[in-house]
């Protein structure tokens, strides 16, 4: 234990004395807070906004559509709606809209029948759809009107509301439990990348720099190994606290400023027992990956390997994040529960299970079990790694090697 103490302090006082380290959390603390700070941030401009917003919804109502009317007799009944005629025929709209003097026009052939000119489209252009809407509610009327029908009572009828009683039984997260799984994913992917890697080219170094020999002669490599992961992995979790704790003290200076749904979603998703099961997982797949990384480590001979050597975890963090991103749209979806179950994915799909839809308590215990068991399995492969590691130089070892010599051990 003594020795531990020793590397754990060793490692842990060496991480935090980085410079680039204190400078980076320091920069994603004030980001945190300005993220939170948004809400008061706008109302500040929300009059400025507010007052243009009808500046300009004033501006449009009296410019109206650019038109062109295929005959006198639509002329006559639509300019009331949509405004004059800017041009006298459509091939001299399609010229202006050609010469960017005007950004679109419509062309109003029928009740029923128009033509839109645009010289480029985007998906935020939503002129041709309220256009379109307050055209058919037109034709519509006239319809109703020529068959000798009511059409003011006609739309009372169709508008009549719906009412609802909503009784959810089990867990109704909202919109706002994506976001929160988008936000940990993130959290939980840059935390594993950064600091895997760390612990991976940590290990390289001292086998490259033969300080690794030095270190097993007076340390075990089982105390060598643990101390790393434990100093890493609590640099990490105090990085990452650090930030959240900058979001959370902006979050409850600006809280007056959130509407009050937000407020009520955020209270419904994140509950003790949610917040609970999402930090214990995040733990357990943490120290997994570390150890992994760890392992990866211990198995080059030279720090330039180290990327070489960890690039397999990508593939993991690409079929557990499409595993998460499957998991927020179908919580329930049988391949979701089967990897709920899967040390690698659950760390996410668990999670997120538990937080949109019911999940019995029996299956978050024998997934984390199973996290558990993980965990210990290959801190016990990367102290294996790290020791026959130790006695090899040279080339870089690969995972075929590592197995037959733990056969025969």
């Not at 000798?148 to 169709?158: A, F, H, Q, T």
């Not at 979001?247 to 509950?271: H, Q, R, W």
């Amino acid at each position: 234990m003594k020795q531990f103490k020793t590397v754990f302090k060793f490692e842990l006082l060496g991480l935090l004395k980085n410079k680039s380290l204190l400078i980076t959390t320091g920069i994603m603390m004030v980001i945190a807070v300005v993220i939170t700070s948004i809400p008061t941030i706008m109302g500040f401009f929300g009059e400025d906004e507010e007052d243009f917003d009808r500046e300009e919804e004033t501006e449009q109502v009296e410019e109206g559509y650019t038109i062109v009317y295929a005959n006198d007799e639509l002329k006559e009944l639509l300019r009331g709606v949509f405004g004059e005629e800017s041009y006298e025929s459509a091939d001299e709209l399609r010229e202006a809209v050609k010469n960017e003097e005007v950004e679109t026009g419509f062309v109003i052939e029928d009740l029923n029948q128009y033509q839109y000119i645009a010289y480029d489209r985007s998906l935020d252009s939503y002129e041709q759809m309220e256009f379109e809407a307050q055209l058919e509610r037109i034709n519509e009327t006239t319809l109703f009107e020529q068959e000798g029908m009511d059409s003011e009572r006609i739309y009372e009828i169709l508008n009549t509301p719906i009412e609802v009683e909503e009784v959810v039984l089990g867990r109704d997260t909202g919109g706002s439990g994506t976001i929160i799984a988008f936000a940990i994913i993130f959290i939980m992917y840059m935390l594993i990348l950064l600091y895997g890697n760390n612990v991976a080219t940590s290990v390289a170094r001292e086998k490259d720099s033969r300080t690794m020999e030095l270190l097993i002669t007076s340390t075990k490599p089982k105390t060598l190994i643990l101390g790393k992961v434990a100093a890493v992995g609590l640099t990490g979790v105090l990085q990452i606290g650090a930030i959240i704790l900058a979001g959370v003290i902006g979050f409850f200076a600006n809280k007056g400023s959130y509407p009050e749904l937000l407020l009520e979603l955020m209270k419904d998703t994140m509950a003790l027992d949610t917040v609970a099961i999402y930090v214990l997982f995040s733990i357990l797949g943490y120290l997994l990956y570390l150890f992994i990384y760890a392992s990866l480590g211990s198995l080059v001979s030279k720090v330039e390997d180290v990327a070489k050597s960890t690039a397999p975890i990508t593939y993991l963090f690409i079929i557990a994040y499409f595993a998460a991103t499957m998991a927020m749209n179908m919580p329930d979806n049988s391949i979701i529960r089967v990897t709920s179950f899967i040390p690698f994915v659950s760390m996410f799909t668990m999670p997120i299970r538990y937080m949109m839809t019911t999940v019995p308590l029996v299956s978050v215990i024998a997934s984390i079990l199973i996290m558990v068991l993980t965990v210990i399995l290959f801190a016990g492969i990367s102290i294996y790694i790290y020791r026959f590691g130790s006695l090899n130089y040279g080339n870089r070892l690969t995972l075929k090697e590592v197995i037959k010599s733990i056969k025969r051990n």
